[in-house]
């Protein structure tokens, strides 16, 4: 075992995973060596979820799993939101420590390490393709399935000049991506001074920028700022994709779930999204079986699933949270008709994935490359989101390179790798 080492294992949102990703510029500001997980390391963090009861499960299996191969003198630390819920996790196997998700910062004193003697300490943060920049932690808008709020607090926005500084300076260390992350991303700026929106603030760190590119990550309806579509029309930098979570089309479970947008105004965005900004990309959450989803809502979902050109569904069965508001309700649906109702969404979700990237055939996208997947061969994700797969030479890998679309492969397209690549 390398003596100061780290892994780190990360379950659930975006959020947690830019939360792990302090965690790693902590640890490797001190010194640390990163291990893949499942590795004896000095210090093995489990940043677990807690947003179904499977995420729950996780969790532990994590936390046992980095127990397991613990060495003697190393710690184990569980954080993230199953760690924020009262009496999360139940009691935490061996001498697993918890480390409160807004107590990152003190990783270091819970370790009883300021930084390991002998190391240098790393600049700045390492070159790579994808930084993953919080904007917004916490929530206010208590979905009646959701334990978040109870967990993570309310909403609260990072200032305006201290994202765009945190962008320029991913610039500056050589990411070619930020992807903007929070729990409520949509509500980023009600509680700043002038109310900026999302719109503006992607507005201001392309301004501040030259060429990196800007990506949403998952988005509520919910205050949804329209002109950020706008911008997104406009504004080659601003990637062409949302994951519009949507939960469910029927107004009558929107209620329930207490989501605070109608099937109206979902797709209002959805409709301004296609009709104005080329190379739109739409991915959504989609909830099964939540207490009162009848036949007719199940049929609603699949019809109007059918007529919205998806890219990506991420379909999953409502799950009691004990504490939260749905916990209580009494017209629960039954578990063999979740899973039925589920794989009928899922076989949808599979047809509209195979015409969302027929539709990309013949056009050229920009793509990041990411790694060589065999030789010659290399993958990476496009500016609308989707996986590319093309040949080239190894200068490819972390550029922005254009690629003209000819054929899928499972869920990846297949392209032909422009000039700029093949005169590296
Ligand atoms: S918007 Fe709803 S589902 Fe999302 S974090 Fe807030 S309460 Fe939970």
Redesign the pocket.
Known sequence: MDQYSFSIATLGCRANQADSDRLRAILNGAGFQEKPFGEPVTCSVVNTCT?TAEADRKSRQLLRRALRVLPEGGQAIATGCAVAKRGGLGKLPGAALRLPPDRREEILALLQVESCPGREIPSGVSAKTRALLKIQDG?????T?????YV?GRSKSIPLAQVVEKAVEFEQNGYSEIVLTG??LAIWGHDLEEEPNLATLAQAILEATQSIQVRISSV?P?RFPLSLIDLMAKEPRLCPYLHL?L?HPSDKLLER????YTLATYEEIVNKFFDQVPLATLSSDIMIGFPGEDEDDHKLLKSFLKRTPYHHLHVFPYSVRPGTAASKFKDKVPKEVQKRRRDEVLRLGEKLKIASLRRMYGKTLEVIFEQETRPGWFKGTAINGMSVLGKAGPAVLNRKVPVTVRRRLGSDLVGDVGLIATEI
């Open positions: 947003v929530c206010d808008q208590f979905c399935f959701c334990i978040v709020p993570r729990i409520h509520e919910d979570v939960q779930m207490h989501r605070g």
